[in-house]
């Protein structure tokens, strides 16, 4: 159902061991589009340029105890152009972001763990891109009172605030 997509960018990963129960890792991605017939590099829609990627991992009390630390940076994510909410409102573009996850988890013994997740730590606000029908009538869109009018998914998706997840893990 697409068409053929060729591309092209960089991957780099660092992991360091600093203590034998504290290790530090991170990514960074470069992502383009390829046309290989002029040799053209291009913004894919709907995929960030750069991406990073950062977090600490600490192990504690003979792995017990672990605790995981994650930033995530995402690039501005070009638009298509059928998208009019963010070619007219953000140039084209959907803004970038970062935020960040928490996971802490204790083992009691072999077979059971308690494990607590935070998703969105610092509760940032970002969105994700959408699309428009060809049957909505945007001019009854309202961010604040008319979020969903007929015949319309709006340009943006917000993504979910902070977030807590506990899991109790039970290993036969």
Known sequence: ??????ITGISLFFLS??????R???NYSYIVGLDANKFVFYEINNVAKFKFNAGINFKFLKNRFISDFR???VGKRKAPISN???QTYENGYAPHYLKANLSIS????KEFTIQLIANNLFDEQYYGLGRETGSSFIDSYDA???INPVGHIPA????????FLANFIYKF
């Open 1 to 6: 159902n697409l068409t053929r997509l060729d």
């Open 17 to 22: 061991q600093l203590h034998k129960n504290i």
């Open 24 to 26: 530090f890792y991170s």
């Open 71 to 73: 930033i995530n940076y």
């Open 84 to 86: 009019t909410w963010i």
């Open 106 to 109: 204790y083992k009691f013994c």
């Open 144 to 146: 604040q009172n008319n």
């Open 156 to 163: 943006y998706h917000p993504q979910e605030g902070r977030t």
